[in-house]
């Protein structure tokens, strides 16, 4: 990838720097994986865009094995105001996980977000800001679906559908809290820093608006259109594996209550009958006895069960025990569901004269519901503190670098306080 050198003057270095910004203006916040071609170009429309009268600060969060860092680093001494870079060496939660870091670093009253290849306008960020304070809103929402807005940057059909699907499969799964949302799929957006707690988001890609959305919850919400631009360089990284872990994300957000996890795991529940009756016919059919064979066939269905809970119920949860000990608890808990299913029965039936129709199906709720609690229990209850064979995410490396000097709106707060 080719390296364009910098000369004085060429982003913004015939503009003299403004004093140290006070707190309270905006902080921009850019996820960066490997964007080291649109980082002049971006900080240059940023100079160019963002009024040298409103206080602002430019924080990249950075995931890149490119030298994304180093030209960030070469680059900020050209641009008038404060620039933070901040290098993940483990990218958890991905682009939206660099936001949450990002979050947490700003010192402004107001943070807007917005990508790193350019097509998110700068120019913008003011009218986004303006918006909110006029319109007293804690998120405002640069939109591509209301009048005036245009997705003309996204190349190609595939890529305008797949926008399109996962745009109405979101407001269909929140249609309350995506109300006064059109572009909940949208990753430029401005919000007040009192809005969110980084530490109650769970980011998961790079879809951050739909997390902030809804486990967030702002009161207000308003957009503001714009024309999302073509790519200056590089490649897009949305990608099927993007799209895998975005439904991820919709299925742990969908399943954030109590009642939502209990409804998904009886679904979950349900489709173990496939594997269990296929178990089933194929121990019977190689000539063993039902009797063991239906024992050996539940365990399939016990497998197929645990496999999906953990993969789109439990997953955040999956930190607090071994992987053995989790599959233990929960076999146990399966098989103990027959144990206590058939004498839960004959009490219906012998003691309270149920028909055995009536009788089996109050036992299998019963038993349902006490296996659900007792894996939410027993199997993934937070322990307090991580296992010790899990890796935290380390901290991020900081790399304050400014034209003439080193603080950001956050310094000048630490200082006033």
Known sequence: MSQESIVPGELGGDLRPPAVPEPGAVTIVVPTFNESANIRRLLRQITESVPARLPCEVVFVDDSTDDTPDVIRAAAPHCPYPVTVLHRDEPAGGLGGAVVEGLRTAGSDWIVVMDGDCQHPPSLVPDLIATGERAGAELVV????????SRAGLSGGYRVAVSRAATWLTKSLFPRRLHGISDPMSGFFALRRSTVTADALKP???????????????????????????????????????GWR??????????????????????IGVTGFLPNLLGLWALT??????????????????????????????????????????????????????????????????????????????????????????????????????????KESGPARESRVTQHHGSTGADARRRAE
Request: glycine fraction near 10%; hydrophobic fraction near 50%.
């Open 204 to 242: 998961l890609g790079y879809k951050i608006l739909l997390e902030l959305a809804v486990r967030s919850r702002p009161r207000t919400v308003t957009e503001v259109p714009f024309v999302f631009q073509d790519r200056y360089a590089g490649e897009s990284k949305s990608g099927p594996r993007e």
């Open 285 to 390: 059919a190689s000539g063993m006895h039902y009797v063991p064979a239906e024992i050996l066939a539940n365990q399939c269905g016990v497998v197929w069960n645990f496999l999906l809970i953990e993969r789109l119920l439990f997953r955040d949860r999956r930190r607090f025990r071994r992987w053995w000990d989790r599959f233990g608890r929960f076999a146990l808990l399966a098989n103990a569901d027959l144990l206590l299913r058939i004498p839960l029965i004959a009490l219906l039936v012998g003691r309270f004269g149920m028909e055995a129709l009536p009788a089996t199906a109050c036992a299998l709720v019963t038993t349902f519901v006490l296996r659900f609690v007792g894996t939410e229990a027993l199997v993934y209850l937070p322990r307090g503190r991580p296992r010790g064979g899990v």
């Open 246 to 267: 975005f439904l991820r994300h919709l299925a742990g957000l969908r399943t954030a209550s109590p009642m939502a996890r209990m409804a998904v795991f009886g679904l």
């Open 142 to 149: 640069a939109s591509r679906y209301i009048e005036g807005g």
